[in-house]
């Protein structure tokens, strides 16, 4: 038997463009956040989770459920044009007795703790790409200037999205923290671990980390959605336990992480992510040369030593001696 609390705050915004939906009996979970700033985010939020839900009430798979809410989406906007620029993010997590699949698209997240915080999605973002590519460190990830820039949404038609999934059975004294943006960039990972020491049941732990993020100032919807399992549930033997691809794993006592390194044929990204991204308050058309800067970065591969720093400087300044000696000898 699953059991799970769900709360949302709206934060210092003028609406509330988060959407969730629960219900433990299907074992289905949703956060949506509707991209900030853009028209009737809130509306293609809530549309999101209820046609996911219809499509799972049918009999359709997660990823297809989700892939139907975004066409309907996309057809509402060209049916009428107050709905121009509506999109939302989404992450859902589906149960079958213990046993998961979550799939995503945006920067909504679920984290998993077992008695260590683990980062088991991964965000649609312009800065991952960077990281993904080598051109930004992990210690330059959460400054970024252009870290609220997400690469995909519900919605948004100019190629086709990629939903990705991971899947994992949630065992005894494990929770699932599914959350959206306004969450995790206020409450930081520091605070879930701190909360998660402390307290033990899912309505505790919603409760104290919504409210901490309130606290803290926090400006953007803030969302949250804690999951555990009844002990009799959880997987009997070391065989049936299925360990989820985790992409960041934090240190209790620091908060500091690692990324990890994953097997290509355990997750399916590998689509190309749109260079025309959308900022998470407004609408954001990249100049050509933005463009052309994050196409490559898509296609360079990452620095494989220090030594490559030194490559360019070394063949410039053996240009400007060139040149130098060619210009004293012949002038």
Known sequence: MLKSFAKSHIGQRKNNEDNFLVDEEMGLYIVADGVGGLNKGEIASKLAC??????????????????????????????????QGMATTIVAVLFNHN????????????YLWDKKLQLITRDDSYVELLLENGHITVDELETHPDRNIISQALGIERKEIRIHSNFGSLEENQTLLICSDGLYTIAKETDI???????????????NLVNKAVEKDGKDNISLVSIQLDTDQTSQNEDEVNHPIVFREYDNETGNYSVNVFSKNKYDDEVETDPELIDQTTFTDMSQGERELLDSAAQEQPVKSDESKYTIPLILVSIIIFIGIYMFKYN
């Open 193 to 207: 671990i701190q909360c998660m020491k402390k307290y033990n049941s899912v309505t505790e732990i919603t409760e």
């Open 50 to 83: 209820d046609v996911v839900y219809d499509g799972i009430l049918a009999g359709d798979s997660l990823k297809d459920s989700i892939y139907t809410a975004h066409r309907r989406i996309v057809n509402d906007i060209k049916a009428d044009n107050q709905k």
């Open 99 to 110: 046993a998961y699949e979550i799939a995503w698209v945006g920067d909504s997240r679920v």
